[in-house]
Structure formats: structure tokens, C-alpha cells
């Protein structure tokens, strides 16, 4: 009877020290869900890659398949942006930019929320 008493006090203190916590160390911080602190969306930090994965197979440089221009620096798109109604151009159901159609609406949002923000680059 003495010894299933010890064996029951063991395993009750056994457990209190699992479950206790020792460490000296702080927990690690969850990481910023938005590095950007101001919000606005940059050339350099969200849009190069959008114009990479979508539109510099043509628009690359130097061009191919007839494309009219270069979109890869922040001041071609820049341009684009400003005088070449890229915005319409991406936007457009009917002749839609890319060709295939394929950017996504997330993207297009994207794009529309940094020319919002003033076409910053960095």
C-alpha cells in the first residue's frame, strides 16, 4: 500500500515539473505580419515581382512578341503607368494585359493600390 502511494506522489510531481517552465529564455516574438509598417504598397517591395511573373516575358528587354515597350525598371513602369494607360491596359475584359489573361485579380488590386499610393519605389 505504501509503495502505490510513493508511485502515485512520483507521478504527481513528475507531472508538475513537466509542466512547469524553467527557461530563463523569452518566447520568440511572432514575426510582423506586415513588414511594411506605412502600408503603401512599393515598386521594389511589391510590384517588380508582379511585372516579373506576368509581364516581362514580352516586356522584357529587349521586348519580343511585338510588345511596345520595356517593363523592367521602376521608370518604365512608372511611364507606363502615366502615359501609356497601363492601368486601362491590365484592367481591359476585352484585350486584356497579359494576353493570356492569366494575372490575377490580387495582382491587378495590387498594381491599382501602389498607383493610390503615389508610384512609390522603395
Known sequence: MKIKNLMYVFGIVIMLF????????????????????????????????????????CHGSPTTNSAPMSLTTYSQVKSAVETRGLINRINNANNPM???????????????????????EN
Do not use: F, H
Open 18 to 57: 513537466n509542466c512547469s517552465s524553467s527557461s530563463d529564455d523569452e518566447p520568440t516574438p511572432n514575426p510582423n505580419p506586415n513588414p511594411n509598417p506605412t502600408g503603401k504598397i512599393t515598386y521594389n517591395g511589391n510590384i517588380k515581382s508582379v511585372m516579373s511573373a506576368n509581364c516581362t516575358s
Open 98 to 120: 497579359p494576353q493570356s489573361g492569366l494575372m490575377t485579380q490580387t495582382n491587378r488590386d495590387l498594381i491599382q493600390q501602389w498607383v493610390d499610393d503615389g508610384l512609390l
